[in-house]
């Protein structure tokens, strides 16, 4: 599994932004999906976990009701559409992917990751 970011950019206040994450690797597998961030003197931490099989889609609570995440159509996959942006979403944005992580929310638990795609909120 190999994992590329695309979308990240420089956005005001009160902005959107469309992260994707795609597997360029082709795997047959299906893995489930997350985007974390990592906010400058910050450690690693979550943002959404896309949903596999019956799961459904999780959310950290300072993004809840303004970020969404999706699998897209390909194998895996995943968009995060991020709206109503404020300066503290200002961060590297990780896609990362595991067959089974235990806890959807600790990035200890997911195997794959992207090389990340810079989001700044400029106020």
């Known amino acids: 599994l190999h994992l590329v970011e695309s979308g990240g950019g420089l956005v005001q206040v009160g902005g959107s932004l469309t992260l994707s994450c795609a597997d360029s690797?082709?795997?047959?597998?299906?893995?489930?999906m997350a985007w974390f961030r990592q906010r400058a003197g910050k450690e690693r931490e979550f943002v959404a976990s896309?949903?596999?099989?019956?799961?459904?889609?999780r959310y950290a609570d300072s993004v809840k009701g303004r970020f969404m995440i999706s699998r897209g159509n390909a194998k895996n996959t995943a968009i995060l559409q991020m709206n109503s942006l404020k300066p503290e979403d200002t961060a590297i944005y990780y896609c990362?992917?595991?067959?089974?992580?235990?806890?959807?929310?600790?990035?200890?638990?997911?195997?794959?990751w992207g090389q990340g795609t810079q989001v700044t909120v400029s106020s």
């Open positions: 990362t992917a595991d067959e089974r992580p235990h806890e959807y929310y600790s990035a200890r638990w997911y195997n794959y």
């Open positions: 690797g082709g795997t047959s597998r299906t893995y489930a």
């Open positions: 896309a949903p596999w099989s019956y799961r459904s889609e």
